[in-house]
């Protein structure tokens, strides 16, 4: 071999890596569109991770994940998840209630992951829970429906209270059927409930000032995103205001709230991840019943109770999951 044939070939050669590299499929990315704030809720985004990593995907190994958070103000969705659109990520994870309509507002193409708290075909964001249909499927989390039992329990617990009030952030999909249910549910029960509507932090002194003016004996947190991300505030304006409240999720309860009746947030951050790792290897949402979260669990913060002088009955108390000091 002549020697400029020999450079040749030893430059074509050092340039097959390279080459290689170039032609390697781009890593799929993930939008994470999120109502919350950034490092807010770290359990849950593990978990979100933790179902990604059961289908085989690790961010920044195998997939990279845009974050869009919307600081728990819903009117910035659209653009966040438009954005999303236009960077053309793989598939979108729409984190709380709020968050899906917005992605599916913004795309019919790109495959959607949602988690919410409410009938995801009510609301027109999938075609049936078994065929969704479209680009959307997600998880859906026992949260609208179980307004009703929550209601039954704080009744068990405090019977001598006939006026109630619910918490509602009138900015939720689900806002209306929410306080449908629940007025429904104190008519059968006896008991004369006002709805009370909080969007914003500065809602919520009103709020507390409103039932102490009604006369509340008792208040229902309804189930929304904002709500969940303010567990600590809530559940100190309640024990302030010494107002037996029944929460959501076990976060309130651990902040001091009185009880939680609601399922596990946890695992559904962890279904959806799955699901997300599924979209990713090729499977299609049309194809992908929505997952009926099942598991629920009652949580009682026995400290609260005492605070505010309510001696739980042995018949809740044999039917709680967890009792917190």
């Known amino acids: 071999m002549r020697r400029r044939e020999f450079i040749t070939f030893i430059g074509g050669a050092a340039a097959w890596p390279l080459a290689a590299r170039a032609q390697q499929p781009a890593m799929p990315v993930i939008g994470f569109l999120n109502t919350r704030v950034p490092g807010a809720d770290p359990h849950l985004l593990a978990a979100f991770r933790r179902g990604l990593k059961e289908t085989g995907y690790v961010e920044g190994e195998n997939v990279a994940i845009e974050y869009r958070w919307a600081y728990n103000e819903y009117d910035r969705l659209p653009a966040l998840a438009a954005d999303l659109v236009h960077r053309q990520v793989t598939v979108i994870a729409a984190i709380g209630s709020p968050s899906a309509p917005a992605a599916k507002a913004a795309t019919t193409t790109i495959p959607i992951v949602f988690i919410i708290g409410f009938d995801p075909v009510e609301v027109g964001l999938v075609n049936s829970l078994n065929r969704p249909g479209g680009n959307l499927t997600g998880v859906t989390v026992l949260g609208v429906e ?63 000032a409103t039932l102490l003016q009604l006369g509340a004996g008792g208040l229902v947190v309804g189930n929304d995103t904002f709500f969940s991300t303010r567990s600590e505030q809530l559940a100190a304006l309640a024990l302030r205001h010494a107002v037996p409240t029944i929460f959501q999720y076990r976060q309130f309860v651990e902040a001091g709230g009185l009880m939680s009746y609601g399922g596990n947030l946890p695992d559904n951050y962890r279904l959806t991840g799955v699901y997300t790792g599924r979209i990713l290897k090729g499977e299609k949402p049309a194809d992908l019943p929505v997952q009926q979260s099942t598991k629920v669990e009652l949580i009682l913060n026995l400290k609260t109770a005492r605070a505010l002088g309510i001696n739980v009955p042995m018949s809740m108390l044999m039917r709680v999951d967890e009792v917190i000091e």
């Open 146 to 208: 179980l307004g009703s039992k929550r209601l039954e329990l704080l009744h068990e617990l405090v019977p001598t209270a006939n006026i109630v009030a619910t918490l509602v952030n009138p900015a939720t999909p689900a806002a209306e059927t929410q306080s449908t249910e629940l007025q429904t549910a104190a008519r059968t029960l006896g008991l004369k409930l006002h709805v009370l509507h909080a969007s914003t932090e500065r809602d919520f002194d009103a709020v507390f």
